[in-house]
């Protein structure tokens, strides 16, 4: 049984093409019948994956090809989502490591690739999108191969299979001048090049966890892979617990994979990727063992978080307007049914019943959580992000990111003025021939924090920022932060368009006329490096006297939108952002002005 069984997980950086890739293997190997509706990138199942078009959630397949069954492990490729694809790469035997033809490979294909070889397994290379306009396979190949080389690969996984692809398009092959058929040749390469699983179908059973997930009937299921043995539905099994605890359960379900669909078993052996239901303490990294031999797996260890954030109740003066949920004992239970599932995010409790901080891989990650919260009915407060800071031989630590960042030559300059003012230093430079180049940066995590608007708007929206955690270095000094003040209300009630007209001329506004404001909510950037107190609901006096000309149409300027990152990016340390099913506000800790100045003092 276990020979004819093929583990792989397919790792790449965002959009590069791996959830189009496994929609066609799914396909060409016959899973879908004919008339069957297929939905684009199949594998993507959340709704924030399908909208923003990446992976946050690994997943499982499985095709049928010859006589083996080969299971696809379908990884995120943003590095805030590393926690998940150190567990995946325990259940898979390779990787098909995916690169866009035209970009090469970027800051997460590293970050995923150093898993990969450290686990000693050798990638199947799969340059994809060669059918895109000045793509550029062969030097791809070549960076792809000086990337090996810098992350210390071995001889044996520095001779990698190379196959050349269009995921859109369904065709691979081995050669560029091959003809454009089917997946077929990367089907043989995968067969040719991924070891069986290891393991004896007579030993006692050994099962690691590498995912969880919640079912409302079956409650919590773990899923991973069976190392040695075999499992029977109904059998008695010993959770082995990280402290050391045993416990006894009855299994009361087994779940295979056939495509995208999961199937009920009666059995399951050694080099099967399954899903066990009805163990109710079931953590990720934990083993699942037989009754009479238990014997435990080695742990599996993932990278420590990096960012911090505290999560609050909300206690704005609108607050209860939009969300269903608003108590602390409400987004304490939501917050701990994600820290369950989600092994690379802690949480930890202060000294107020209402704060909660929850630790990270990035931004990105915690951002993530929070959108899904609020399109739950949630609604809380959230600080500003903080990153961790670590003691390291008496001395202040702190994350250090490699960021790659592509931009016109126009804008190289003032970009590595940026970098250099955030305590960034440029390890490469590469000039391309499209007018674009390529730098590389080692920066503080906290230099990175709110530069990705700036960013943006010294590029006019051209440049690509690439970023993944490097390593904890010494800390590295201040950093200058947002460098203007913000315009903050000064009473509750609905704008006008007459008050933000006048106000406009003091900076940038965030809001248009209509909207309910409270005091201490920011309408606006101001101009200057202070904060300034402005009234946004201040009506025109109406007199019988009126001066020809006097009433000049009021012309406002586009207020300046935020998305939920953008948001997290800008607020300061001394500001909160208050979130809802339907709002977003940027506020003041302190609401009250009067209040704000006896702090300062």
Known sequence: ?????????????????????????????????????????????????????????????????????????????????????????????????????????????????????????????????????????????????????????????????????????????????????????????????????????????????????????????????????????????????????????????????????????????????????????????????????????????????????????????????????????????????????????KLEMTDSPDAFIVKGRGELQLSILIENMRREGYELQVSKPQVIFKELEGQKTEPIELATIDVADEYVGTIIEKMGLRKGEMINMVQGNDGYTRLEFKIPARGLIGFRNEFLTDTKGTGVLNQSFYEYEFYKGDIPTRTRGVLVATEPGVSVAYALFNIQERGTLFIEPGVDIYEGMIVGEHSRENDLIVNACKGKKLTNMRAAGSDENVKLAPPRKFSLEQALEYIEDDELLEITPINIRMRKKILKAGERKRSKR
């Open 1 to 345: 049984m276990s020979n004819k069984i093929k583990n792989i997980a397919i790792i790449a950086h965002v959009d590069h093409g791996k959830t189009t890739l496994v929609d066609a293997m799914l396909k060409q190997s016959g899973i879908f019948r004919d008339n069957q509706k297929i939905e684009e990138r199949v594998m993507d199942s959340n709704d924030l994956e399908k909208e923003r078009g990446i992976t946050i959630f690994s997943k499982n397949a499985s095709i049928f090809y010859k006589d083996y069954k080969i299971n696809i492990v379908d990884t995120p490729g943003h590095a805030d989502f590393g926690g998940e694809v150190q567990r995946i790469l325990k259940m898979a035997d390779n990787v098909l490591l995916l690169v866009d033809a035209f970009e090469g490979a970027m800051p997460q294909t590293k970050y995923v690739l150093k898993k990969a070889l450290e686990h000693g397994h050798r990638p199947i290379v799969v340059i994809n999108k060669i059918d895109r306009p000045n793509s550029r396979p062969d030097e791809v190949v070549d960076m792809v191969f000086d990337l090996f080389v810098e992350l210390n690969a071995n001889e044996y996984q520095l001779d990698f299979p190379i196959i050349y692809a269009s995921a859109k398009n369904g065709f691979a092959k081995h050669n560029l001048d091959d003809p454009d058929e089917n997946l077929i040749p990367l089907f043989d390469t995968i067969l040719e090049n991924v070891d069986d699983p290891e393991g004896d179908i007579n030993a006692p059973f050994q099962f690691l966890i590498t995912n969880i997930y919640y079912d409302n009937y079956l409650g919590k299921i773990g899923t991973g892979r069976i190392y040695n043995g075999s499992v029977k539905l109904g059998e008695e099994v010993v959770l082995l617990k990280r402290d050391g605890e045993r416990l006894l359960y009855r299994i009361s379900k087994l779940i295979g994979y056939e495509g995208l669909n999961q199937v009920e078993l009666k059995e399951a052996f050694a080099g099967d990727i399954i899903s066990i239901a009805g163990l109710e303490k079931v953590d990720v990294g934990e083993t699942i063992a037989s009754k009479e031999n238990p014997i435990p797996l080695p742990l599996i260890e993932i990278d420590e978080p990096t960012l911090a954030m505290t999560f609050m109740v909300n206690d704005s003066p609108f607050v209860g307007q939009d969300g269903k949920f608003l108590t602390s004992r409400q987004i304490l239970a939501r917050l701990e049914k994600e820290v369950q599932t989600n092994v690379s995010m």
